[in-house]
């Protein structure tokens, strides 16, 4: 296996749709991602698989309308997210559970989303959550 060392992946404004198992095995030191403006609608408990070392994830302005329990569960030094602009109506329940309990997220964005139901009370409980 080929190990490719970047700390910042900006894929914004391109045409992803999806976001399969494998997709960032090569890139476990990756810290900043940015798929802002792409054409994402779901986010699957292995989207972020392999992304060890993510601090920073960006997700605004795709077209979310589903996350999957535990989706950020591969993620356990993610301090930032941004969902803003999306299709979110429900944060369903385990949306934010994970094993590591998001210790360190300390900014969640989900501004210009018709949410309409939160039925998740980890959301709630997030220890080091700043900003909502």
């Known amino acids: 296996m080929i190990l490719t060392v970047f700390l910042y992946r900006n894929l914004q404004g391109n045409a ?7 997709t960032w095995k090569s890139y476990p ?3 900043k991602i940015n798929l802002s403006a792409n054409n994402l609608r779901e986010l699957r408990k292995d989207s972020f698989e392999g992304l060890l070392s993510l ?3 960006d997700l605004s302005c795709n077209e979310i309308e589903f996350i999957e ?3 950020f569960e591969s993620l356990p030094l993610l301090q930032y997210i941004n969902l803003g602009c999306n299709l979110i109506t ?3 329940f385990g949306t934010f559970q994970t094993g590591h309990g998001m210790q360190l997220l300390h900014k969640l964005i989900l501004h210009h989303n018709p ?3 939160v039925q998740d009370p980890y959301l709630f409980n997030l220890p080091a959550l700043k900003y909502l």
Request: glycine share 4%; proline share 0%.
């Open 55 to 57: 601090r920073y994830l």
């Open 115 to 117: 949410l309409m139901t």
């Open 29 to 31: 030191l990756v810290e």
């Open 16 to 22: 992803i749709s999806y976001i399969g198992k494998c």
């Open 90 to 92: 429900k944060v369903n």
């Open 69 to 71: 329990k535990n989706a």
